[in-house]
């Protein structure tokens, strides 16, 4: 069973940045690819970003693509989410996920599941 916790959250102005975390547990973190999705009031949930089981491919939505930077540390057996030039658009629930297939060659948002809890984020204008 995997356990995640995300953190990092908070409320910032338009423009600014956050970098949240993702700490997991019950698996070998460094062998399974990584996810970030984030769902909005009244929003379906989003696929944000994703990262291999090495950190050598990564993939970006097109609305923060740019300003998101998705990276890991399996020594800590955590995956990061650095967000730059944050928008109100931006503001959301983020969730953090873990592929249940380990050494998958491709990522894809249907492969994720072992959902975190969520971390808020909420810029302002």
């Known amino acids: 069973q995997v356990q995640l916790l995300e953190s990092g959250g908070g409320l910032v102005q338009a423009g600014g940045s956050l970098k949240l975390s993702c700490a997991a547990s019950g698996r070998i973190f460094s062998n399974y690819a990584m996810g970030w999705f984030r769902r909005a009031p009244g929003k379906a949930r989003e696929f944000v970003s994703a990262?291999?089981?090495?950190?050598?491919?990564?993939y970006y939505s097109d609305s923060v693509k740019g300003r998101f930077t998705v990276s890991r540390n399996n020594a800590r057996n955590t995956v990061y989410l650095q967000m730059n030039g944050l928008k109100p658009e931006d503001t959301a629930l983020y969730f953090c996920a873990m592929d249940w297939v380990p050494y998958r060659p491709a990522i894809r948002e249907e492969n994720f599941d072992s959902w975190g809890q969520g971390t808020q984020v909420t810029v302002s204008a």
């Open positions: 990262i291999n089981w090495n950190g050598l491919k990564t």
